[in-house]
Nanobody, 116 residues
Framework: QVQLVESGGGLVQAVGSLRLSCAASEFTFGINAMGWYRQAPGKQRELVATITGGGTTHYADSVKGRFTISRDNAKNTVYLQMSSLKPQDTALYYC??????????WGQGTQVTVSS
């Protein structure tokens, strides 16, 4: 069974930093793109950042210059380094993985809360 497990969320004050991790296990085939999404209470889920197998990254305008997505292929893990955090970054953050078979998988989410 494919499983994505996020970690690293928590409570942090504004302008602080957190690093989220997402480890993918039980994959029969390789991983192409990986990404992070987030959803705040009462809001729609939105894209935060993505990274392709070749290392090309994409960021939402709201996090450009503050967040950095990276991956460790040997560990099947994607990271999201979050800096200069703002209260509006508060949300449930989800990991997403695209397999070589073009199937998509979601993690269960990790909560990030930023206080002012």
């Amino acid at each position: 069974q494919v499983q994505l497990v996020e970690s690293g969320g928590g409570l942090v004050q504004a302008v602080g930093s957190l690093r989220l991790s997402c480890a993918a296990s039980e994959f029969t085939f390789g991983i192409n793109a990986m990404g992070w999404y987030r959803q705040a209470p009462g809001k729609q889920r939105e894209l935060v950042a993505t990274i392709t197998g070749g290392g090309t990254t994409h960021y939402a305008d709201s996090v450009k210059g503050r967040f950095t997505i990276s991956r460790d292929n040997a560990k099947n893990t994607v990271y999201l380094q979050m800096s200069s955090l703002k209260p509006q970054d508060t949300a449930l953050y989800y990991c997403n993985v695209q397999s070589h078979l073009n199937l998509y998988y979601w993690g269960q989410g990790t909560q990030v809360t930023v206080s002012s």
